[in-house]
């Protein structure tokens, strides 16, 4: 079961991808059940309701064809990331291992659908690309006590991209991870949602090309810290309320690691989850619509 948001960029509906009687892939309107997939949906028990509706035949099926992806959660009231999770991307970066999370965040206005057109920021130098597993909360959470608590605590995975401006983020004394990785459209997320009992997220295999030439190549497996652990942590110091964000950290193979060119405008990015599909960007020059 996937659940995606079909339309343009304010104007979504919910939808969901699930086996049909024939048994086919088929998506079907969530509007029988939900407004939209956002953390009331989640919160109250949204993926048990849509099982329960799909068992009776009470959705509609829907056609998809060329129509615009959106990200799958309704624009959640924070994006949360975490920094060095792979120890072969902190040996790029060339930093230590992390003794805990590094924790940042990001504004909602960076969030964008999967296939939306992907904006350089003006006065970029190094703009950079970082595949990663996203997770999506489930409910208000804080100060959880233990990693079991928080993995209740997880709605369901998706892809994200954490496209960064290196120059912003570490130049000089005035860079910081924010400025670095704030820009309007700067984290895509989805085409899916996929419930965490759906999914186990301990060995992924997490990719990313440019222009069709393969780059990252890593595997959840080698996460620092497990999605488990970061909900965890991050409840530690903020509500964690239900749709929110967090992006899981990329493994090696980023333009900062001096091996691959920075992206320029043409360029074409794709990126991966296994089992949670794949993102696909050209960069644009110019701003982008903020994503709903």
Known sequence: MKFLRLGAPG??????????????????????????IDGAFLAHDGAARVRAALAAGELPAIETAGVRVGMPVARPRAVIGIGLNYADHAAEA???????PVVFLKPTSTLAGP??????????????????????????????ASPPEAEACIAGFTVANDLSERTWQMGGGAGQWTKGKSSPGSTPLGPWLVPARDLDPGALRVRSWVNGEPRQDGRTSDLI????????????FMLL?????????????????????????GDTVEVEVEGLGRQRHVLTGGSVSPAR
């Open 11 to 36: 104007a979504e509906q919910p939808a969901v991808l699930a086996e049909s009687p024939d048994g086919t892939e088929r998506a079907y309107s969530l509007h029988p059940l939900t407004a939209d």
């Open 94 to 100: 060339g930093a230590a291992l992390p003794e805990a």
């Open 115 to 144: 296939f939306d057109p992907a904006p350089i920021p003006a006065g970029s130098a190094e703009y950079d690309w970082e595949a990663e597993l996203a997770i999506v909360i489930g409910r208000d959470a804080h100060q959880l």
């Open 225 to 236: 810290f497990t999605p488990a652990q970061i909900v965890q942590h991050v409840s530690r």
């Open 241 to 265: 309320e239900a749709g929110d964000v967090i992006i899981t950290g990329t493994p090696a193979g980023v333009g900062m690691s001096g091996r691959f060119p920075f992206l320029a405008e």
